[in-house]
């Protein structure tokens, strides 16, 4: 059972440099959202998505951009990285309520 | 719009004594209430949900919540801590007619020897 995959796992930028976070579930949830995990800050929503074609906004979308081509990818991506975007990011998808959360991506912009 | 307070960022408790983490949420609609737990370099897993019906859930590794609507809090409880027990909870919330889960900051459990 492979979940709620993220890869990479540990990545470091530069300020300016672009990359994407990918994220991919095997379970066939509609549901899929990005949080960022900040110490003194729980987890906070990047973005989301309700299935193929259509995402939403979350509490922090700034600097963040996503798309869901297919139910079982939901890539973040950094356009420009700057470091207020250090963090671990964390992908879960959901489904009667639950969230699966992948084991987190975390990213260092220096 | 939803929101949730954890009132404690840190509890330190001894090994084998009873343990209370406080949530409180505000939103002016119908509640889905969870606790997730994170245990260090790991992702986040549920605890237990409340959806409906009975106030009182239990969940796994012996935790139990209840849901107090006059109060709008969650508070979760387990009657004997072991050291197994050490990682971060988070308290969230969502309702029937948003998509978004909101998290707490998180309560981050010491299990003292």
């Known amino acids: 059972n492979a979940g709620v995959t993220q890869t990479p796992k540990f990545q470091v930028l530069k300020t300016g440099q672009s990359m994407t976070l990918q994220c991919a579930q095997d379970?066939?949830?509609?549901?899929m959202s990005w949080y960022r995990q900040d110490p003194g800050m729980g987890l906070r929503l990047i973005h989301y998505?309700?299935?193929?074609?259509?995402?939403d906004q979350g509490e922090v979308p700034n600097g963040y951009n996503v798309s869901r081509s297919t139910t079982e990818d939901f890539p973040l991506r950094l356009l420009s990285a700057a470091p207020s975007q250090t963090s671990v990011y964390f992908c879960?998808?959901?489904?009667?309520?639950?969230?699966?959360f992948g084991e987190g991506s975390r990213l260092t912009v220096l | 719009a939803q929101s949730v307070t954890q009132l404690d960022s840190q509890v330190p408790v001894f090994e084998e004594a009873p343990v209370e983490l406080r949530c409180n949420y505000s939103?002016?609609?119908?509640?889905?209430l969870f606790w997730y737990v994170q245990y260090p370099n790991q992702g986040l897993q549920l605890l237990l949900k409340?959806?409906?019906?009975?106030?009182l859930v239990k969940g796994i590794n012996g935790f139990e919540a209840e849901f107090n609507k006059s109060q709008t809090s969650f508070h979760l409880r387990k009657p004997s801590v072991h050291i197994s027990d050490t990682a971060e909870y988070f308290c969230a919330v969502t309702s029937n007619r948003d998509d978004k889960i909101i998290f707490g900051k998180g309560t981050r459990l010491h299990i003292l020897p």
């Open positions: 379970m066939n949830h509609e549901y």
């Open positions: 879960a998808s959901k489904v009667a309520g639950e969230l699966f």
């Open positions: 998505s309700v299935g193929a074609g259509i995402t």
């Open positions: 939103s002016s609609v119908s509640v889905y």
């Open positions: 409340y959806l409906s019906g009975s106030t």
